[in-house]
């Protein structure tokens, strides 16, 4: 039986609360989530990850295709999020889930899922989307982009920092403590790509993580205002930070100070934070060792509704985007930007001023400050002429995204 053939006994449709037993059980298989894993992860058994499941199908929108016998055989979820994109608030597609039996690949069903999905995401308002990849090239082939980096670090204990003076103090506390949620929120409004954190996305933070053995550094002013926080555990000598948010210097300071102090418990310090810029140079003795990989991706769903939105930071002569889409068409064509002596922005469809030629990977990439505009035409990303690429140079943001989360 040949691919048409197998596809016309198959359906596409939503995916429900009780279908969520099979979505786990592909998540499972396509992802290949052990025992270990759910044990490590802190889940007593198979039941209790599928309960923890369960609020993806209550709040996300979940596709899929199944066969004959309802079986669920290729899914895409959908989380509802917002994100910070220079200081302002995007609803945003959290893209998790995707998945296909190896019976089932070479139909296109997933090629299906993700153009419904974009679809779904365009109607819903959710202008740009966001995904951890398994394949970067596949996704990028879908219209995603690298928006985000991680870096890994390694410190010795001999390299950690000396005590400096602040005038605030740390407290340890569980990890769910309100102090954390209210710097975190902080810290979302003024960090480019940070998500905005709901309840659903806090429990996506923790979800393979064992909470009960992580605990919370909190940096407090002398006032007692909560300024940082730093997730770590300490383990065969080594602490482990997963993530250190900060509001100023001085609580990186404290909560750093905090660090050192485990000098005599510790071989070593090994973290991550995620934005693309090293630490080494914050620290006296910089020969650290330090790693950078892509992280997430980013796809501008809708890009007029994108553009209407973003703060750029000042007007420039009027110019269009020539935008390819291959996967969703109403992103294949012109888009023109002017300015009124208001500076309120103009977007049509006419080829006013000169051209700027790219695709959505590479259009995402600039809106979301993952590569520059003059480092995009430098390798022949970005198609325009010097005075156009000025341009965009004085109007697009240069902040790096900072995203940390999981889904």
Known sequence: MDAKEVKKHLTLKKVELKHLKQFNELL???????????????YEDESEIIRAKRPVLREADVYGWFNNEDKLISQIAIYPCEVNIHDTIYNMAGVTGIGTYPEYTNLGLMSDLISLGLKKMRENGQSISYLFPYSIPYYRRKGWEIMSDKMAFEIKDSQLPKQVSVPGYVERENIDHEDVFKIYDQFATVNHGAMV???????EYWRWENEEERTAAIYYSAD????GFCF?????????????VYLNQEARKGLWNFVSAHFSMVE???????KNEPIAFLFEDSEIKETIEPY?????VDVEKFIRKYPFITTGKPFHFVVDDAIADWNNRIFS????????????DQPIGNPVYLDIQTLTALFMSY???????????????????????????????YFSDYF
């Open 337 to 348: 930007l002017t300015w009124d002596e208001f500076d309120q922005l103009t977007i049509s």
């Open 296 to 300: 997430f991706m980013a796809r501008i």
């Open 28 to 42: 499972r298989y396509v992802f290949q989530v052990t025992d270990s894993d759910l044990e490590e992860g802190g």
């Open 232 to 244: 770590y555990w300490i383990a065969e000598e080594v602490f482990h930070i997963k993530e250190m």
């Open 371 to 401: 590569r520059r505009p003059s480092y995009l035409y430098r390798i022949e990303r970005l198609k325009t002429d010097k005075e156009t690429l000025r341009t965009l140079e004085r109007i697009i943001p240069d902040q790096v995204a």
């Open 197 to 203: 954190r709901q309840d659903l996305n806090w429990e």
């Open 268 to 274: 070593l310090v090994q973290g991550e934070t995620f």
């Open 224 to 227: 007692g205002e909560p300024l």
